[in-house]
């Protein structure tokens, strides 16, 4: 059983910083690319940003320079740091990464997601 779990979402103010964490456990062989997601109300879910095992990141035109995705992978976790917020970055953002289980078999998995609220 392999899960990923998010965390530091919450309110901030336009300007403020957030950081986000995601954790993946369970039978982990590899961890292979590292994504983070959002999704604003009445919106489709976007790539934000991603992270590649060796070390590659790519981010969306709105957030770059911004947000910047680093992952520790001795601990198998994935973060986001987003500074400068706006009002628009406001969604629920979304961990993803691309598993190798102890096992040889290889899934995509999905944190449940965690809430950034930007306003004033």
């Known amino acids: 059983q392999v899960q990923l779990v998010e965390s530091g979402g919450g309110l901030v103010q336009p300007g403020g910083s957030l950081k986000l964490s995601c954790a993946a456990s369970?039978?982990?062989?590899?961890?292979?690319?590292m994504e983070w997601y959002r999704q604003a109300p009445g919106k489709q879910r976007e790539l934000v940003a991603t992270?590649?095992?060796?070390?590659?990141?790519n981010y969306e035109e709105s957030v770059r320079g911004r947000f910047t995705i680093s992952r520790d992978n001795a601990k198998n976790t994935v973060y986001l740091q987003m500074n400068s917020l706006k009002p628009e970055d406001t969604a629920v953002y979304y961990c993803?990464?691309?598993?190798?289980?102890?096992?040889?078999?290889?899934?995509?998995?999905w944190g449940k997601g965690t809430l950034v609220t930007v306003s004033s």
């Open positions: 993803y990464a691309d598993i190798q289980k102890t096992d040889w078999s290889k899934m995509d998995y």
């Open positions: 992270s590649t095992r060796d070390g590659n990141t």
């Open positions: 369970g039978r982990i062989f590899a961890i292979y690319a």
